[in-house]
C-alpha cells in the first residue's frame, strides 16, 4: 500500500493505492469536504504506472476505486483539512477505523504536537499514542 497527502492548491485530501490484489489494483480517495478528487487520482495513477514493474501499465486507470467520504469523518472548519487528512493517513497506517470526529480536532492537534516534539511510537504500544481522543499534554 501506498499513501499519499495530495495538496489540491488550498485544500489537503489522501489517497490510498493498495496493490495487494495484482489483478484488482485500487486507488481510494478520502477527502474532509467530501470532494471528488478525482485529478488526484489520476494523477497518483500515472505516477504509480511510472514506478511499478507491473506489465499491464493501464490496470491503475481501469481499476480506481472510490470510497464515499461518508465513511469517514468530514471536517466542519474551514481550516482543518490537513488535520484530517494527517489522521487518515495514520487511521489508514495503523489499520484502525475512523473514530473521531471535527469535536476532536483540538486534541489531535495537541497530539501531533506531542508526536512531532517528544516522537511517536510505531506501532503505538499504549492507549495514549494510539486514541486520538485521549485528553493528555
Known amino acids: 500500500e501506498i499513501i499519499f497527502v495530495c495538496h ?7 489517497i490510498k493505492a493498495n496493490f495487494k490484489d495484482t ?6 480517495s478520502v477527502d474532509s469536504l467530501g470532494w471528488d478528487l478525482e485529478n488526484a487520482r489520476n494523477e497518483c495513477s500515472l505516477i504509480l504506472q ?10 491503475l486507470r481501469n481499476q480506481i476505486c472510490t470510497k464515499s ?6 471536517q466542519s472548519g474551514s481550516v482543518d483539512c490537513g488535520i484530517f487528512a494527517l489522521q487518515y493517513v495514520k487511521d489508514f497506517a495503523f489499520k484502525r477505523k475512523a473514530s473521531w470526529s471535527q ?5 489531535i492537534r495537541k497530539n501531533i504536537l506531542k508526536e512531532i516534539v517528544f516522537g511517536m511510537q510505531f506501532p503505538p504500544q ?4 494510539s486514541d486520538p481522543n485521549h485528553q493528555s499534554l
Do not use: C, M
Open 69 to 74: 467520504s461518508k465513511i469517514f469523518p468530514r
Open 50 to 59: 511510472a514506478v511499478t514493474d507491473i506489465n499491464q501499465k493501464t490496470w
Open 103 to 107: 469535536q476532536n480536532v483540538p486534541q
Open 23 to 28: 489483478l484488482h489494483p485500487t486507488i481510494l
Open 126 to 129: 499504549d492507549k495514549e499514542n
Open 8 to 14: 489540491l492548491k488550498n485544500h489537503y485530501g489522501v
